[in-house]
């Protein structure tokens, strides 16, 4: 069992930067991949990044390629999404979740066993 705290969410001018962080209770965080979702008003919840259990692997939605940067640190049983270059389009409620995937890289929300409560990133004109 896992379970994720997300935080980090807020108001911020496009252009502007944000980073989120994704806190995992309960054992074996090393051992499960890590993805962080979206959902805008009105719209299903997409995917926008995630990183292989190893750690050496990432994807990216196109959307957020080249601007989006997943990274994880084990000791501290942490997942993070940092954020350049923020666009209106990318406001959204951000879900981390975990998954048991030990091949590639799981970007599909089937995927994964456990969701955070998720965070609302706002990013104003």
């Known amino acids: 069992q896992v379970q994720l705290v997300e935080s980090g969410g807020g108001l911020v001018q496009a252009g502007g930067s944000l980073r989120l962080s994704c806190a995992a209770s309960?054992?074996?965080?090393?051992?499960?991949?890590m993805g962080w979702f979206r959902q805008a008003p009105g719209k299903e919840r997409e995917f926008v990044a995630a990183?292989?259990?190893?750690?050496?692997?990432?994807s990216y939605a196109d959307s957020v390629k080249g601007r989006f940067t997943i990274s994880r640190d084990n000791a501290k049983n942490t997942v993070y999404l940092r954020m350049n270059s923020l666009k209106p389009e990318d406001t959204a409620v951000y879900y981390c979740?975990?998954?048991?995937?030990?091949?590639?890289?799981?970007?599909?929300?089937?995927?994964?066993?456990?969701w955070g409560q998720g965070t609302q990133v706002t990013v104003s004109s």
């Open positions: 309960g054992r074996s965080f090393s051992s499960y991949a």
């Open positions: 979740a975990a998954s048991r995937v030990r091949g590639g890289v799981p970007m599909r929300q089937s995927d994964y066993a456990y």
């Open positions: 990183e292989s259990w190893t750690g050496i692997s990432t």
